[in-house]
């Protein structure tokens, strides 16, 4: 899940050998297959196969696949990289096993994804400050961050500061923060996130490039972020400075231009706590009362007295990472047109900047996790006696921790007839630390989906639970929005906070995961807690959600007038 580009959506391992026990996994599951007879092609998600699959999905195959996948010579499978391309001729070579059919390109499991790198060269970028007659040089790391600029190598700008409270404008929830504001030729200063709206739709608000293409249609120049106590807490500038190590990557188009790319604005960057109290100086307002409005959920824009000069020298390269395709075909002569699509990402954030001595950040729970569970996924309907009435596809995809990248490029690009697609169901940084008692299905509120995670969850004897941390807007941080974004229902699945032991504190033990291990080289398969059998949990409902969607009649539809369906009914069929 992507931290060191919160903002670009929000505004914008193991060390020990690996461990080949697949054969024996294998041949368990097998025999539980064998043993429980046969069905029709009509409805094994009604006998004793879905079972039977359900059995093959085993903890001791999830936690092999992610020793290898979270091991240090994958190097932390950072996208256009030799480690990840190791992860990905893994991931192919399984599915190849299984008899699945390549689907990616050229008869090939790998779609090709064009990307381009932009890191900003620090020494000859700039942040100038003129208030009240004086000038001030900010200091690059310690008052500011810049990202670079995927559209031009050099870019400058001079303009006044306007505060825009989140940048949103939402007409169907009755808020604009631009409402008589003026930002023509100004840049725009927001904070993070969005007011109170329904969890879904305000992370769909938070969104980067929503953000990015709001300020560019009301005219800005540029976009500042002014960090606050709570952004402060989610992902500290400490961090963010910390993630300029890695370059920041678009796809790109046939034509050459970088994704979602707004050229109007000339400069994107982050402010530190410290920094935005200094440029607030005689603007009447205060660091504090930004705060307040951010608790209050209630923001009021307002001029800053000063104007900046901003100046951003980028470092760009074209570079190629591949998304690992794979399909089952399904068995009904109408139906198998149709997919059901998987997906987790396959990528981390190979190596930067060291913590605690390891430099190496192996992402074994983000995202070898999700990876290694569609492999099972994938595993187990290859394993049915009678395939599915709809065809499957599981996608391992490139570039999620720089913006969802492999996922977008493929939904905008698809190897399939897009309108072929009916849902996507993404797994992805399964917090397998604890026993699992519920799950989370990010946006199935928002379509048919709900009842078929419902569905699923019951019949394994699990509760569905909320989302725990509306305020993280976790469902456009992963890979499923870049399916909502064409119009397919689509859903994040994580484990949920409940417990039944007193002792267990799901919600705790993730704010100290998050702390402690998150995007940091100690995610590895030497982190304390790690709970295999949770995981296999987790994975048997996605098979059995995919499984009911694959069999049922009915394609998923959005709910009547939801907010998505109306959003993006203009989405390429």
Same mark, same amino acid.
């Given at each position: 899940?992507?931290?060191?580009?919160?903002?670009?959506?929000?505004?914008?391992?193991?060390?020990?050998?690996?461990? =080949?026990?697949?054969?024996?996994?294998?041949?368990?599951?097998?025999?539980?297959?064998?043993?429980?007879?046969?069905?029709?092609?009509?409805?094994?998600?009604?006998?004793? %196969?879905?079972?039977?699959?359900?059995?093959?999905?085993?903890? /001791?195959?999830?936690?092999?696949?992610?020793?290898?996948?979270?091991? &240090?010579?994958?190097?932390?499978?950072?996208?256009?990289?030799?480690?990840?391309?190791? !992860?990905?001729?893994?991931?192919? !070579?399984?599915?190849?096993?299984?008899?699945?059919? *390549?689907?990616?390109?050229?008869?090939?499991?790998?779609?090709?994804? *064009?990307?381009?790198?932009?890191?900003?060269?620090?020494?000859?970028?700039?942040?100038? =400050?003129?208030?009240?007659?004086?000038?001030?040089?900010?200091?690059?790391?310690?008052?500011?961050?810049?990202?670079?600029?995927?559209?031009? %190598? %050099?870019?400058?700008?001079?303009?006044?500061?306007?505060?825009?409270?989140?940048?949103?404008?939402?007409?169907?929830?009755?808020?604009?923060?631009?409402?008589?504001?003026?930002?023509?030729?100004?840049?725009?200063?927001?904070?993070?996130?969005?007011?109170?709206?329904?969890?879904?739709?305000?992370?769909?608000?938070?969104?980067?490039? #929503?953000?990015?293409?709001?300020?560019?249609? @009301?005219?800005?120049?540029?976009?500042?972020?002014?960090? %606050?106590?709570?952004?402060?807490?989610?992902?500290?500038?400490?961090?963010?400075?910390?993630?300029?190590?890695?370059?920041?990557?678009? =796809?790109?188009?046939?034509?050459?231009?970088?994704?979602?790319?707004? *050229?109007?604005?000339?400069?994107?960057?982050?402010?530190?706590?410290?920094?935005?109290?200094?440029? $607030?100086?005689?603007?009447? @307002?205060?660091?504090?009362?930004?705060? !307040?409005?951010?608790?209050?959920?209630?923001?009021?824009?307002?001029?800053?007295?000063?104007?900046?000069?901003?100046?951003?020298?980028?470092?760009?390269? +074209?570079?190629?990472?591949?998304?690992?395709?794979?399909?089952?075909?399904?068995?009904?002569?109408? $139906?198998? !047109? /149709?997919?059901?699509?998987?997906?987790?990402?396959?990528?981390?954030?190979?190596?930067?900047?060291?913590?605690?001595?390891?430099?190496?950040?192996?992402?074994?729970?983000?995202?070898?996790?999700?990876?290694?569970?569609?492999? /099972?996924?994938?595993?187990?309907?290859?394993?049915?006696?009678?395939?599915?009435?709809?065809?499957?596809?599981?996608?391992?995809?490139?570039?999620?921790? /720089?913006?969802?990248?492999?996922?977008?490029?493929?939904?905008?690009? +698809?190897?399939?007839?897009?309108?072929?697609?009916?849902?996507?169901?993404?797994?992805?940084? &399964?917090?397998?630390?604890? *026993?699992?008692?519920?799950?989370?299905?990010?946006?199935?509120?928002?379509?048919?989906?709900?009842?078929?995670?419902?569905?699923?969850?019951?019949?394994?004897?699990?509760?569905?639970?909320?989302?725990?941390?509306?305020?993280?807007?976790?469902?456009?941080?992963?890979?499923?929005?870049?399916?909502?974004?064409?119009?397919?229902?689509?859903?994040? #699945?994580?484990?949920?906070?409940?417990? &039944?032991? +007193?002792?267990?504190?799901?919600?705790?033990?993730?704010?100290? =995961? &998050?702390?402690?291990?998150?995007?940091?080289?100690?995610?590895?398969?030497?982190?304390?807690?790690?709970?295999?059998?949770?995981?296999?949990?987790?994975?048997?409902?996605?098979?059995?959600?995919?499984?009911?969607?694959?069999?049922?009649?009915?394609?998923?539809?959005?709910?009547?007038?939801?907010?998505?369906?109306?959003?993006?009914?203009?989405?390429?069929?």
């Amino acid at each position: 899940m992507p931290a060191n580009v919160m903002f670009r959506l929000l505004l914008q391992g193991g060390r020990r050998s690996f461990v =080949w026990s697949r054969v024996a996994v294998c041949a368990a599951g097998l025999l539980c297959v064998l043993s429980s007879g046969r069905a029709t092609s009509e409805a094994p998600a009604d006998t004793g %196969d879905s079972d039977a699959a359900v059995s093959v999905i085993r903890p /001791e195959a999830i936690r092999a696949d992610m020793r290898f996948l979270a091991d &240090d010579l994958l190097e932390g499978r950072r996208a256009g990289t030799r480690g990840h391309q190791l !992860a990905a001729q893994f991931v192919a !070579a399984q599915f190849e096993s299984m008899g699945l059919a *390549p689907a990616g390109g050229s008869g090939t499991f790998f779609q090709d994804v *064009p990307l381009q790198s932009a890191q900003v060269d620090e020494s000859g970028s700039s942040f100038k =400050w003129a208030n009240s007659g004086a000038s001030t040089t900010l200091k690059f790391r310690e008052d500011y961050i810049l990202y670079g600029d995927p559209g031009r %190598d %050099d870019s400058s700008v001079s303009a006044p500061i306007v505060f825009v409270g989140y940048g949103i404008t939402a007409p169907d929830q009755r808020y604009d923060d631009y409402q008589g504001v003026d930002v023509k030729g100004k840049i725009a200063a927001m904070v993070f996130g969005a007011p109170g709206f329904p969890s879904a739709v305000k992370a769909h608000y938070s969104a980067s490039w #929503l953000k990015r293409r709001n300020a560019a249609e @009301h005219g800005a120049v540029g976009i500042l972020v002014f960090y %606050d106590s709570r952004l402060q807490g989610l992902y500290p500038f400490e961090k963010q400075v910390r993630d300029l190590a890695i370059p920041r990557l678009n =796809w790109l188009s046939a034509t050459g231009a970088p994704d979602h790319y707004y *050229p109007e604005l000339r400069t994107y960057g982050a402010v530190s706590m410290a920094a935005v109290k200094r440029l $607030l100086s005689g603007s009447g @307002h205060t660091a504090a009362q930004i705060g !307040a409005g951010v608790k209050a959920g209630k923001l009021s824009p307002f001029p800053l007295n000063g104007v900046a000069e901003i100046h951003t020298v980028t470092r760009r390269a +074209p570079l190629h990472s591949p998304n690992v395709v794979a399909k089952l075909e399904g068995s009904d002569p109408q $139906l198998r !047109a /149709e997919h059901v699509v998987y997906t987790a990402h396959l990528d981390h954030l190979g190596i930067s900047t060291p913590v605690k001595g390891d430099s190496i950040y192996n992402g074994a729970l983000d995202n070898a996790s999700g990876s290694a569970e569609i492999l /099972e996924i994938a595993r187990a309907f290859s394993r049915l006696p009678a395939r599915p009435r709809r065809s499957m596809l599981f996608i391992a995809v490139t570039g999620e921790e /720089e913006g969802l990248l492999g996922s977008d490029y493929f939904a905008s690009n +698809p190897t399939v007839p897009r309108s072929s697609i009916v849902a996507d169901i993404n797994i992805d940084e &399964d917090l397998m630390l604890w *026993p699992l008692r519920d799950v989370v299905a990010l946006g199935a509120e928002h379509s048919s989906l709900d009842a078929v995670v419902k569905r699923a969850a019951a019949r394994l004897k699990l509760a569905v639970g909320p989302d725990p941390a509306p305020e993280q807007v976790n469902f456009i941080r992963s890979d499923q929005y870049s399916f909502v974004r064409q119009g397919i229902p689509s859903i994040d #699945l994580e484990a949920g906070f409940g417990s &039944d032991d +007193p002792h267990i504190k799901p919600a705790e033990i993730s704010d100290g =995961w &998050d702390n402690n291990f998150y995007h940091s080289p100690q995610d590895d398969m030497q982190q304390p807690g790690l709970d295999f059998e949770a995981a296999a949990a987790l994975t048997r409902v996605a098979f059995l959600c995919g499984l009911y969607i694959a069999q049922q009649d009915e394609r998923p539809r959005w709910n009547p007038g939801d907010f998505f369906a109306a959003t993006f009914a203009s989405a390429p069929p």
